[in-house]
C-alpha cells in the first residue's frame, strides 16, 4: 500500500480535503443516532483493514501536511510543547512505542534499526534519517517527546500517575479544540476537565480515571470524541480564538456544506514501560459535511444526531450560531430510513 | 470580617480550610490584610517559646499600619512586610530555599496570596500536606489572559479588559494552581462589534 502524501493547508487558503477513497475511512463517532456522553472506551485492537483502527498510529494521506502545520505552530508559540522536569523517560517512552509501531506496521515508509541503545531511524515521507543513542536527550536536536511529537498526528499528552490520580504533565499539543496545554499542564484529571458540562455530575470522569489508573501494558485502548469545526483547521486553540472565531460568523446555507467540518478525535491510552505513565494521543481528523453525507448511513445519522443535541452541548461545543441552518441543511439527506449500527458506512 | 463562601461548582479550584497549628520544626506565616487576623489567631494562642520557631510574612494594604503592629508584636522570629504579594512572594521563596524536613507553611487572605503561596510552596518542594490555606477578603480573582498570556490581579468584573492586549476576556470557571489565576478567553472573538456589558461580579 502506498499513501499519495497531500500537498494542502489548514489555514489560508483552507485547501484541505479528503480524496474520495479516503472518505469511507473516515472515523465516524456516531454509533447511535442520538448522541449523548459516555465512557465509551473499547480495547485498540487492530479492526478493519483500511480502516484508521488497524494500526497502532494511523498515517494517511494527510500525514506531511500535518506535521508542516505542527511545526508553523511550534514556531510561533513554543508553549505549546511543554514537559515538566519529570518527564523525560516517559518522553522516551513515547519514541520508543511510535518509532517500534510505525516501523512494523508501515515498512516502506519507516525503517528503526537498533544496535543496542545505538537507535537508527529513517522516516521517509518527512526525509528524515537520525542517529541517536536511547536514552541520550544529548543525542537529538530537542526533548525526545517534541522530537517525536513532530513525526506522529494527532496531539499527545503524556500523563504521570501518581497518588491515585493522572497529571498531564506534559503534551505537544498543536491542534486542540479549544483547550490550553499552557494552561493545564500540571493540572489532575479532574482539574483539566473542570469545563465540560454534565459529564462530572454522570460520573463519566470517575470511571474513565479508575479504569486508566489500572491500564495494562500492552493493552491499549481507544475512544472517539467529535465536534464541529468552520474550515479545515487543525489549531483551534483557545491561544488563538480571536483567528478563529470570526469563522464562526461565515456560515451560510449555500456554503454550510464546504464550511462546517466533523472533527473527530480518536483518543488512545497507552501504558508506558518504563515511566509508567500513559501516552494519549488525540488524533483528529476533519470531514467536511460535503464529504460526511456522500454516505447515506452517515448523512442519515448525523442529522438525527445534531437535531436532537442536548442545548447544554450545543453551548459546550461552540455550534450556537450555525446549528440551526445545520440542523435544517442536513434534513434533506434524512428520508427517515432506519440505519444500520455501528460506525461504519454501509 | 466573616469567613468567604467559594462556590463548590468549580472542579479545578482548590477548596480552602481554616488554619490550624500542626506539629513542625519551623512555621512560615504568609498573608495579606484581609489574612492578618488569621495570622494573629493561632499565632497568639502558641506558647512564648515556639516563637523562635515562627516567621511572617505581610503585605498591608497602602497605608494601613494597625495590623502591621499587630503582627509585629507577636514576637515572631522574622517578621516582614512588602508592598506586593509579588515582593513577598520572592522572600518566601528565600526563606523556603533554607528551609528543612518539618517546616510547614500558613497562607491566609485573597486568593491571589493564597494561590502564589501554594505554587512557590511546590517549587520549593514543600509536600501539599504541608501547606494549609484560609481564604478571607474579597472574591476578586487573578485571571491570565490565554491570549498574550499576561497575568491580571484583583478582577472583580465579568468581563475584564486584558491591560496589555485590550481584548475583553470571559473569566472562565478554570484554575490553575500552577499559574495561581483563572483563565481568561476572549468572550466577543468570533463578532468583535457585539458590545459586552461589564459588570461586577467576584466581590
Not at chain 1, 456516531?30 to 494511523?58: C, L, V
Not at chain 1, 479549544?178 to 470522569?205: I, K, Q, R, T, Y
Not at chain 1, 470570526?246 to 491510552?269: A, S, W, Y
Not at chain 1, 515511566?275 to 448523512?299: C, D, G, H
Request: net charge negative.
Amino acid at each position: 500500500m502506498t499513501i499519495q502524501f497531500k500537498d494542502e493547508s489548514f489555514r489560508g487558503d483552507f485547501s484541505y480535503a479528503n480524496s474520495p477513497s479516503n472518505i469511507p475511512r473516515f472515523p465516524f463517532p456516531f454509533p447511535e443516532d442520538e448522541y449523548m456522553y459516555s465512557t465509551n472506551i473499547e480495547p485498540h485492537h487492530a479492526a478493519r483493514a483500511g480502516s484508521p483502527f488497524e494500526n497502532a498510529f494511523d498515517v494517511d494521506e494527510h500525514y506531511v501536511a500535518e506535521m508542516k502545520d505542527r511545526a508553523l505552530v511550534l514556531a510561533e508559540d513554543p508553549g505549546r510543547c511543554q514537559a515538566l522536569p519529570h518527564m523525560e523517560t516517559a518522553g522516551w517512552d513515547f519514541v520508543e512505542l511510535v518509532m517500534v509501531s510505525k516501523a512494523r506496521d508501515y515498512p516502506d515508509l519507516f525503517k528503526l534499526t537498533m544496535d543496542g541503545d545505538r537507535w537508527h531511524w529513517i522516516n521517509k515521507p518527512l526525509q528524515i534519517d537520525d542517529t541517536f543513542t536511547f536514552g541520550d536527550s544529548s543525542t537529538l536536536p530537542c526533548h525526545p517527546m517534541e522530537y517525536i511529537g513532530r513525526q506522529v498526528q494527532g496531539d499527545h499528552a503524556i500523563l504521570d500517575q501518581r497518588d491515585g490520580n493522572l497529571w498531564l504533565d506534559a503534551g505537544i499539543i498543536t491542534a486542540q479544540a479549544d483547550w490550553s496545554l499552557d494552561f493545564d499542564v500540571g493540572m489532575n484529571f479532574f482539574e483539566w476537565h473542570a469545563p465540560v458540562p454534565l459529564a462530572h455530575e454522570l460520573g463519566v470522569f470517575q470511571r474513565a480515571l479508575k479504569f486508566l489508573l489500572t491500564l495494562p501494558q500492552g493493552q491499549p485502548s481507544r475512544r472517539l470524541n467529535w465536534t464541529l469545526t468552520v474550515n479545515p483547521r487543525l489549531d483551534t486553540s483557545p491561544e488563538n480564538y480571536p483567528k478563529w472565531g470570526p469563522d464562526r460568523m461565515t456560515v451560510t446555507p449555500e456554503n454550510i456544506g464546504e464550511k462546517v467540518h466533523l472533527r473527530v478525535e480518536l483518543q488512545t491510552f497507552w501504558r508506558l514501560p518504563r515511566s509508567n505513565a500513559i501516552l494519549f494521543p488525540i488524533r483528529t481528523y476533519l470531514m467536511a459535511m460535503n464529504e460526511v453525507v456522500t454516505q447515506p448511513k452517515w448523512a442519515r445519522r448525523i442529522h438525527r444526531v445534531m437535531r436532537d443535541l442536548r442545548p447544554e452541548l450545543v453551548e459546550y461545543k461552540g455550534l450556537s450560531r450555525y446549528h440551526p441552518i445545520l440542523v435544517e441543511w442536513l434534513s434533506q439527506f434524512d428520508d427517515g430510513a432506519p440505519t444500520s449500527p455501528g460506525i461504519f458506512p454501509d | 470580617m466573616s469567613e468567604s463562601i467559594i462556590e463548590e461548582s468549580i472542579l479545578s479550584r482548590p477548596t480552602y480550610g481554616t488554619l490550624k497549628i500542626v506539629p513542625g520544626l519551623a512555621h512560615y506565616f504568609l498573608a495579606d490584610a484581609s489574612g492578618a487576623e488569621c495570622v494573629i489567631r493561632v499565632v497568639q494562642e502558641l506558647p512564648r517559646d515556639m516563637m523562635d520557631k515562627v516567621h511572617i510574612l505581610y503585605v498591608p494594604t497602602p497605608g494601613e499600619a494597625a495590623l502591621i503592629t499587630s503582627l509585629y508584636a507577636l514576637g515572631a522570629n522574622r517578621f516582614e512586610h512588602f508592598p506586593t504579594i509579588e515582593e513577598a512572594v520572592g522572600k518566601l521563596g528565600e526563606w523556603l530555599s533554607d528551609a528543612k524536613m518539618g517546616t510547614q507553611l500558613y497562607l491566609a487572605g485573597t486568593e491571589g496570596l493564597v494561590g502564589q503561596g501554594v505554587a512557590k510552596g511546590e517549587e520549593c518542594g514543600l509536600d501539599h500536606t504541608a501547606v494549609q490555606c484560609e481564604h478571607r477578603g474579597s472574591l476578586a480573582r487573578r485571571v491570565q489572559c490565554v491570549h498574550c498570556k499576561t497575568m491580571i490581579e484583583d478582577v472583580t468584573t465579568q468581563p475584564v479588559k486584558c491591560p496589555s492586549c485590550e481584548l475583553l476576556l470571559f473569566v472562565r470557571d478554570h484554575y490553575s494552581r500552577r499559574l495561581a489565576a483563572f483563565q481568561g478567553v476572549c468572550i466577543n472573538a468570533e463578532d468583535p462589534t457585539e458590545e459586552i456589558e461589564i459588570k461586577e461580579v467576584f466581590k
